[in-house]
């Protein structure tokens, strides 16, 4: 399985932007679909974004429509959350996800299809 670690979490005021990254190691398919989920306190965890890196499409939790965008950068291995206009019903623990053998980005979003996880990077929005 691959290895993911990420960065880039912090606090930030509502309104806010940040930009989370996972670095992605290890033999990878080339099916993959990596994602983005989080976890608040007592809350289940949630898919937020998706890509299927073979087609580039991409999955969005409604929540986080036209505010947050999933990027890629093959040349470095890293795929990248951009997160604009944050809101305090955003803070949780973000973690980066990925699922090898994947044929539609939706796969990505199910946590149980989740074949290896990063060790999350705590976001908060005040």
């Known amino acids: 399985h691959v290895q993911l670690v990420e960065s880039g979490g912090g606090s930030v005021q509502s309104g806010g932007s940040l930009r989370l990254s996972c670095a992605v190691s290890?033999?990878?398919?080339?099916?993959?679909?990596l994602g983005w989920f989080r976890q608040a306190p007592g809350k289940e965890r949630e898919a937020v974004a998706g890509?299927?890196?073979?087609?580039?499409?991409?999955f969005y939790r409604d929540s986080v429509k036209a505010r947050f965008t999933i990027s890629q950068d093959n040349a470095k291995n890293t795929l990248y959350l951009h997160m604009n206009s944050l809101k305090p019903e955003d803070s949780a623990t973000y973690y980066c996800?990925?699922?090898?053998?994947?044929?539609?980005?939706?796969?990505?979003?199910?946590?149980?299809?989740?074949?290896?996880w990063g060790q999350g990077t705590q976001v908060t929005v005040s």
């Open positions: 996800a990925a699922t090898e053998w994947c044929d539609n980005v939706v796969a990505v979003t199910d946590p149980r299809n989740v074949d290896s």
């Open positions: 890509i299927y890196t073979a087609r580039k499409t991409t």
């Open positions: 290890g033999q990878r398919s080339s099916s993959i679909c």
